[in-house]
């Protein structure tokens, strides 16, 4: 009900009738605050906010201060009741349901019905309604930086983005949780894809993929810092070098100046020490810079060549 203490939000022309949370037709009014006496603990005058039949009969706690965390309180209750519909975007795709279809099996006309239903509940929970305003006054004071959105879905927190797919996709929570605390949030994705891809565990190959993804992130660690430690002695005063489309670039021939090696015959000498000094690129990319290198030496067999092409021949004077 539309109540004189509660003032309308503004509605832009192409929202009319919409529902502010999820994006369906609006029935109603949510009257936020709840109750007059909670008008004082609002962030926000009250406000009256359109909404569809279902998200209107939603109860919220008393606690909510403002509309954006009422909407987040929304989407959560709305997640948690449709975990199963958005559930089959999650395990199956768009061609996997059409197929099922044809192939008549039991399933039948499950595939349409099932990604329309799939469909339909992602457009909800992932409609982010509009700006708000009463009377053309922007309302403010909202911290957007709460939460934790994944995949274009705005959750109340982490672990409710964790329940939910537990509940969409049965995942086991504990192996999701911990691979979170490992690779951190940042890497959800990477995260659920491994728990997609083990579900049902006993409690030891849990431990077992814990502790291998565990392994992986220290290697990488160890690698990235080396790579950075090398990336930070590099001399900044030598140049990469392009020649024949291949590049030397200007850590290999510090490193060559390093070694005293002064042309192709001495780099053949010291390929192995080469490869053993730039492992950590990975055997393809060490063995472009090899080959790059090479090439720059040779080049550098012709005096003319240095003279016009080589940026660095001074440091090989010296
Ligand atoms: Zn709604």
């Avoid at 070098?241 to 850590?251: I, L, N, S, Y």
Wanted: a negative charge; glycine letters at 6%; aromatic letters at 12%.
């Amino acid at each position: 009900m539309k109540d004189t203490l509660f003032k309308q939000i503004d509605i832009p022309f192409d929202f009319r009738h919409t529902c502010w949370f999820c994006g369906e037709p609006s029935q109603d009014f949510i009257n936020l605050p709840a109750s007059a006496h909670l008008i004082p603990k609002l962030e926000h005058e009250p406000i009256a906010i359109p909404a569809c039949d279902e998200c209107s009969r939603i109860t919220f706690p008393n606690d909510i201060r403002c509309a954006w965390s009422l909407r987040d309180h929304i989407k959560n209750i709305l997640i948690a009741r449709y975990a199963k519909h958005l559930g089959i975007g999650e395990n199956w795709t768009e061609q996997e349901l059409v197929d099922t279809e044809f192939s008549g099996s039991s399933l039948g006309g499950f595939g349409r019905s099932a990604w329309a239903m799939f469909e339909i509940a992602k457009t909800r929970v992932s409609f982010s309604g509009w700006s708000l305003s009463v009377d053309e006054v922007p309302l403010v004071n909202y911290d957007e930086i709460s939460g934790f959105t994944f995949d274009g879905t705005k959750f109340l927190s982490l672990n409710s983005c964790i329940d939910y797919y537990e509940k969409a996709t049965g995942i086991d929570k504990e192996l999701l949780t911990k691979l979170v605390e490992i690779v951190k949030p940042e890497r959800f994705d990477y995260a659920l894809k491994i728990s997609k891809l083990n579900k049902r565990l006993s409690h030891s190959e849990r431990l077992d993929i814990l502790e291998e993804v565990a392994l992986q992130e220290t290697e990488q660690e160890e690698i990235d810092n080396d790579a950075q430690f090398r990336q930070r002695c590099i001399d900044v005063s030598i140049e990469d070098v392009m020649v024949e489309g291949c590049v030397a670039p200007a850590f290999s021939i510090q490193w060559a100046l390093s070694k005293g090696v002064r042309n192709l015959d001495h780099l053949c000498a010291f390929e192995d020490d080469y490869f053993d000094e730039f492992e950590y690129l990975g055997g393809p990319a060490a063995f472009m810079t090899y080959n790059g290198l090479q090439l720059y030496l040779e080049a550098r067999k012709n005096k003319r060549w240095v003279e016009d092409n080589d940026p660095n021949r001074a440091l090989w004077e010296q």
